[in-house]
Protein backbone atom coordinates (compact mmCIF):
# COMPACT_ATOMS: atom_id res chain seq x y z
CA UNK A 1 0.00 0.00 0.00
CA UNK A 2 1.56 3.33 -0.85
CA UNK A 3 1.75 5.94 1.73
CA UNK A 4 -0.46 8.47 -0.08
CA UNK A 5 -2.99 7.51 -3.35
CA UNK A 6 -4.30 10.11 -5.83
CA UNK A 7 -6.33 9.17 -8.63
CA UNK A 8 -4.53 9.65 -11.53
CA UNK A 9 -6.87 11.38 -13.82
CA UNK A 10 -7.44 13.22 -16.34
CA UNK A 11 -10.17 14.75 -14.38
CA UNK A 12 -11.85 17.04 -16.79
CA UNK A 13 -14.66 20.16 -15.94
CA UNK A 14 -15.55 22.38 -17.79
CA UNK A 15 -14.82 26.30 -16.98
CA UNK A 16 -16.34 27.70 -14.02
CA UNK A 17 -16.95 24.35 -12.58
CA UNK A 18 -15.97 22.96 -9.26
CA UNK A 19 -12.72 20.62 -9.45
CA UNK A 20 -12.51 18.60 -6.70
CA UNK A 21 -9.21 16.24 -5.97
CA UNK A 22 -8.89 13.57 -3.47
CA UNK A 23 -5.89 12.51 -1.43
CA UNK A 24 -5.77 9.48 0.78
CA UNK A 25 -2.91 8.29 3.28
CA UNK A 26 -2.03 5.49 4.95
CA UNK A 27 -0.20 6.81 8.39
CA UNK A 28 -3.13 8.20 11.38
CA UNK A 29 0.10 9.52 12.62
CA UNK A 30 0.38 11.97 9.73
CA UNK A 31 0.75 15.92 11.18
CA UNK A 32 1.10 18.00 7.88
CA UNK A 33 -1.02 17.94 4.33
CA UNK A 34 -0.07 20.13 1.47
CA UNK A 35 -0.75 20.27 -2.27
CA UNK A 36 0.84 21.54 -5.04
CA UNK A 37 0.63 22.44 -8.47
CA UNK A 38 3.00 21.39 -11.44
CA UNK A 39 2.27 22.49 -14.62
CA UNK A 40 3.96 20.69 -17.68
CA UNK A 41 7.85 21.21 -17.86
CA UNK A 42 7.74 23.17 -14.59
CA UNK A 43 8.85 22.03 -11.18
CA UNK A 44 6.06 21.65 -8.01
CA UNK A 45 5.07 25.07 -6.60
CA UNK A 46 3.15 24.78 -2.71
CA UNK A 47 -0.30 26.19 -3.34
CA UNK A 48 -1.65 25.11 0.15
CA UNK A 49 -1.10 23.82 3.57
CA UNK A 50 -3.23 22.50 5.84
CA UNK A 51 -2.37 21.09 9.41
CA UNK A 52 -6.00 20.76 11.54
CA UNK A 53 -9.22 18.95 10.36
CA UNK A 54 -11.76 21.25 8.84
CA UNK A 55 -11.79 23.45 5.42
CA UNK A 56 -8.87 25.88 4.96
CA UNK A 57 -9.66 28.77 2.15
CA UNK A 58 -7.61 30.55 -0.04
CA UNK A 59 -9.31 32.25 -2.49
CA UNK A 60 -10.59 30.19 -4.72
CA UNK A 61 -8.83 27.10 -3.68
CA UNK A 62 -10.14 25.82 -0.19
CA UNK A 63 -8.25 22.44 1.34
CA UNK A 64 -10.46 20.05 3.70
CA UNK A 65 -8.94 17.61 5.88
CA UNK A 66 -10.29 14.91 7.49
CA UNK A 67 -7.88 13.15 9.60
CA UNK A 68 -10.45 10.14 11.37
CA UNK A 69 -11.10 9.34 7.32
CA UNK A 70 -7.31 10.47 6.59
CA UNK A 71 -8.30 12.01 3.59
CA UNK A 72 -7.05 15.41 2.21
CA UNK A 73 -9.13 17.34 -0.50
CA UNK A 74 -8.52 20.49 -3.02
CA UNK A 75 -11.26 22.34 -4.24
CA UNK A 76 -11.20 25.14 -6.66
CA UNK A 77 -13.95 27.06 -7.15
CA UNK A 78 -14.49 28.70 -10.70
CA UNK A 79 -11.79 26.79 -12.79
CA UNK A 80 -10.21 28.36 -15.06
CA UNK A 81 -8.24 26.97 -17.87
CA UNK A 82 -4.75 28.00 -16.17
CA UNK A 83 -5.73 25.88 -13.78
CA UNK A 84 -4.96 22.52 -16.24
CA UNK A 85 -2.11 20.90 -14.41
CA UNK A 86 -1.05 17.98 -12.41
CA UNK A 87 -2.36 18.61 -8.61
CA UNK A 88 -0.09 16.47 -6.42
CA UNK A 89 -0.78 15.51 -2.65
CA UNK A 90 1.98 15.71 0.41
CA UNK A 91 1.74 13.98 3.80
CA UNK A 92 4.18 14.24 6.31
CA UNK A 93 4.37 12.48 9.72
CA UNK A 94 7.77 12.51 11.31
CA UNK A 95 10.55 15.62 10.77
CA UNK A 96 10.68 16.61 7.01
CA UNK A 97 9.42 12.92 6.11
CA UNK A 98 7.73 13.61 3.06
CA UNK A 99 5.20 11.44 0.88
CA UNK A 100 3.88 12.39 -2.32
CA UNK A 101 0.92 11.01 -4.61
CA UNK A 102 1.35 10.40 -8.02
CA UNK A 103 -0.81 13.44 -8.87
CA UNK A 104 -4.09 14.34 -10.72
CA UNK A 105 -4.13 15.72 -13.77
CA UNK A 106 -6.93 18.31 -14.11
CA UNK A 107 -7.82 19.45 -17.34
CA UNK A 108 -10.38 22.61 -17.07
CA UNK A 109 -12.11 22.95 -20.43
CA UNK A 110 -12.91 26.51 -22.24
CA UNK B 1 9.74 31.76 0.61
CA UNK B 2 13.07 31.20 -0.45
CA UNK B 3 14.74 31.52 -3.88
CA UNK B 4 15.82 28.54 -4.81
CA UNK B 5 18.54 28.55 -7.42
CA UNK B 6 19.24 25.21 -9.66
CA UNK B 7 22.22 25.04 -12.28
CA UNK B 8 22.70 23.79 -15.25
CA UNK B 9 18.69 24.19 -15.97
CA UNK B 10 19.31 21.70 -19.06
CA UNK B 11 22.22 19.84 -20.13
CA UNK B 12 22.65 17.02 -22.91
CA UNK B 13 25.62 14.59 -22.01
CA UNK B 14 27.48 11.75 -23.21
CA UNK B 15 27.08 8.42 -22.28
CA UNK B 16 29.86 7.25 -19.68
CA UNK B 17 30.22 11.21 -18.29
CA UNK B 18 29.58 12.69 -15.26
CA UNK B 19 27.69 15.79 -14.38
CA UNK B 20 27.52 17.85 -10.89
CA UNK B 21 23.81 19.66 -11.00
CA UNK B 22 23.90 22.73 -8.37
CA UNK B 23 21.56 24.07 -5.81
CA UNK B 24 22.10 27.38 -3.80
CA UNK B 25 19.54 29.49 -1.67
CA UNK B 26 19.34 32.99 -0.36
CA UNK B 27 18.87 31.72 3.21
CA UNK B 28 19.37 29.10 5.37
CA UNK B 29 17.40 25.84 5.30
CA UNK B 30 16.88 23.27 7.58
CA UNK B 31 16.64 20.26 5.32
CA UNK B 32 17.88 20.18 1.45
CA UNK B 33 16.71 17.08 -0.74
CA UNK B 34 17.53 15.78 -4.38
CA UNK B 35 14.45 14.16 -6.63
CA UNK B 36 14.12 12.69 -10.01
CA UNK B 37 10.68 12.75 -12.07
CA UNK B 38 10.24 11.19 -15.24
CA UNK B 39 8.29 12.26 -17.76
CA UNK B 40 4.60 12.03 -17.00
CA UNK B 41 5.81 10.83 -13.73
CA UNK B 42 5.70 11.28 -9.95
CA UNK B 43 8.68 12.22 -7.54
CA UNK B 44 11.12 10.38 -6.37
CA UNK B 45 13.56 10.76 -3.56
CA UNK B 46 16.79 10.10 -4.30
CA UNK B 47 18.40 11.45 -1.05
CA UNK B 48 18.22 13.73 1.93
CA UNK B 49 21.50 16.15 1.89
CA UNK B 50 22.80 16.33 5.18
CA UNK B 51 24.60 19.49 6.53
CA UNK B 52 28.42 18.59 6.98
CA UNK B 53 27.60 14.50 6.74
CA UNK B 54 26.83 12.10 4.36
CA UNK B 55 23.86 12.21 2.17
CA UNK B 56 21.13 9.99 3.84
CA UNK B 57 20.14 7.83 0.26
CA UNK B 58 16.63 5.82 -0.50
CA UNK B 59 16.44 2.34 -1.68
CA UNK B 60 18.07 2.01 -5.27
CA UNK B 61 20.17 5.33 -4.88
CA UNK B 62 23.73 4.42 -4.13
CA UNK B 63 26.68 6.94 -3.12
CA UNK B 64 28.79 5.85 -5.66
CA UNK B 65 26.24 6.83 -8.54
CA UNK B 66 24.96 9.89 -7.20
CA UNK B 67 27.51 11.39 -4.81
CA UNK B 68 25.97 14.52 -2.69
CA UNK B 69 27.78 17.29 -0.92
CA UNK B 70 26.05 20.06 1.20
CA UNK B 71 28.95 22.29 2.45
CA UNK B 72 26.95 24.57 4.33
CA UNK B 73 23.52 25.48 4.89
CA UNK B 74 22.50 27.04 1.99
CA UNK B 75 24.09 24.87 -1.11
CA UNK B 76 23.80 21.40 -1.94
CA UNK B 77 25.39 19.62 -4.86
CA UNK B 78 23.92 16.54 -6.79
CA UNK B 79 26.32 14.26 -9.17
CA UNK B 80 24.93 11.76 -11.68
CA UNK B 81 28.32 9.73 -12.42
CA UNK B 82 28.70 7.52 -15.34
CA UNK B 83 25.86 8.19 -16.87
CA UNK B 84 23.44 6.01 -19.21
CA UNK B 85 20.66 7.08 -21.26
CA UNK B 86 18.47 5.52 -18.60
CA UNK B 87 19.17 8.73 -16.47
CA UNK B 88 17.38 11.10 -18.48
CA UNK B 89 15.27 12.74 -16.64
CA UNK B 90 14.50 16.16 -14.63
CA UNK B 91 16.36 16.70 -11.04
CA UNK B 92 15.03 18.80 -9.20
CA UNK B 93 16.46 20.55 -5.42
CA UNK B 94 13.94 21.00 -2.51
CA UNK B 95 14.52 22.91 0.83
CA UNK B 96 12.03 23.19 4.17
CA UNK B 97 12.95 26.53 5.89
CA UNK B 98 12.25 26.14 9.88
CA UNK B 99 10.99 23.34 11.95
CA UNK B 100 8.94 19.86 11.48
CA UNK B 101 6.26 20.04 9.00
CA UNK B 102 6.95 23.15 7.14
CA UNK B 103 6.33 22.36 3.34
CA UNK B 104 9.11 21.31 1.00
CA UNK B 105 9.71 24.24 -1.79
CA UNK B 106 11.43 23.63 -4.98
CA UNK B 107 14.11 24.59 -7.77
CA UNK B 108 13.32 25.07 -11.32
CA UNK B 109 15.09 21.66 -11.88
CA UNK B 110 17.68 20.12 -14.29
CA UNK B 111 16.51 19.14 -17.12
CA UNK B 112 19.22 16.46 -18.21
CA UNK B 113 19.58 14.13 -21.29
CA UNK B 114 21.94 11.50 -22.27
CA UNK B 115 22.48 10.44 -26.03
Known amino acids: QKEVEQNSGPLSVPEGAIASLNCTYS??????FFWYRQYSGKSPELIMS????GDKEDGRFTAQLNKASQYVSLLIRDSQPSDSATYLC??????????FGSGTKLNVKP | SAVISQKPSRDICQRGTSLTIQCQVD?????MFWYRQQPGQSLTLIAT?????????ESGFVIDKFPISRPNLTFSTLTVSNMSPEDSSIYLC????????????FGDGTRLSIL
Open chain 2, 49 to 57: ANQGSEATY
Open chain 2, 94 to 105: SVVHGGSNQPQH
Open chain 1, 27 to 32: DRGSQS
Open chain 2, 27 to 31: SQVTM
Open chain 1, 50 to 53: IYSN
Open chain 1, 90 to 99: AVTHNFNKFY
